[in-house]
């Protein structure tokens, strides 16, 4: 069966303090690994796509990578409006839809 | 180029009701997706249409349809609404075989 797990569930940090989320995944035929930033009662906002292993990409304080069972989202020097649900989503399989986690939600304090 | 708007962004039905919820999808995207996202939960998908026809569909009941419209559009609508149907109904637009999906700002349905 298609999943993804993320983890820790909640991470509180302070403002400067670099840290990693982790999403591990399970999917037949991967097409794409997506991570998206969500605010609360907003929708989802598109960050990174990687498609293979090995493979990077940087905006601004985040840094997403993928290996062939899990990908990383890095923040480095995070600040306070960098709080949001972090939410991972991989592409692939029968139906041709996204899979999400359940996210993660960064608190960044001052 | 348009973003994915969706409408209304709060509604709240009463059990045993119906609902439609709209969207319209970036502008040069061709397929739409519906993701239902309950607190605290990752969105859970929903159904996708490609060409005016469904093109895949999770594990919802026959009770949730949708539409799609020439432009692209869409509609979801629910019916013989229950209380766990409350949740932030998310909709994503993208390109065919792409999956790299644009959500809208949600509708927030609560059922009472």
């Known amino acids: 069966e298609d999943q993804v797990t993320q983890s820790p569930e909640a991470l509180r940090l302070q403002e400067g303090e670099s840290s990693s989320l982790n999403c591990s995944y399970t999917v037949s035929g991967l097409r794409g690994l997506f991570w998206y930033r969500q605010d609360p009662g907003k929708g989802p906002e598109f960050l990174f796509t990687?498609?293979?292993a090995g493979e990077e990409k940087e905006k601004e304080r985040l840094k997403a990578t993928l290996t062939k069972k899990e990908s990383f989202l890095h923040i480095t020097a995070p600040k306070p409006e960098d709080s949001a649900t972090y939410l991972c989503a991989v592409y692939g399989g029968s139906q041709g839809n996204l899979i999400f986690g359940k996210g993660t939600k960064l608190s960044v304090k001052p | 180029e348009t973003g994915v708007t969706q409408s209304p962004t709060h509604l709240i039905k009463t059990r045993g009701q119906q609902v439609t919820l709209r969207c319209s999808s970036q502008?040069?995207?061709?397929?739409v997706s519906w993701y239902q996202q309950a607190l605290g939960q990752g969105p859970q998908f929903i159904f996708q249409y490609y060409r005016e026809e469904e093109n895949g569909r999770g594990n919802f009941p026959p009770r949730f349809s949708g539409l799609q419209f020439p432009n692209y559009s869409s509609e979801l609508n629910v019916n013989a609404l229950e209380l766990d149907d409350s949740a932030l109904y998310l909709c994503?637009?993208?390109?065919?075989?792409?999956?790299?999906?644009?959500f809208g700002q949600g509708t927030r349905l609560t059922v009472v």
């Open positions: 994503a637009s993208s390109l065919a075989g792409a999956g790299e999906a644009f």
């Open positions: 502008s040069g995207h061709n397929t």
């Open positions: 990687l498609y293979s």
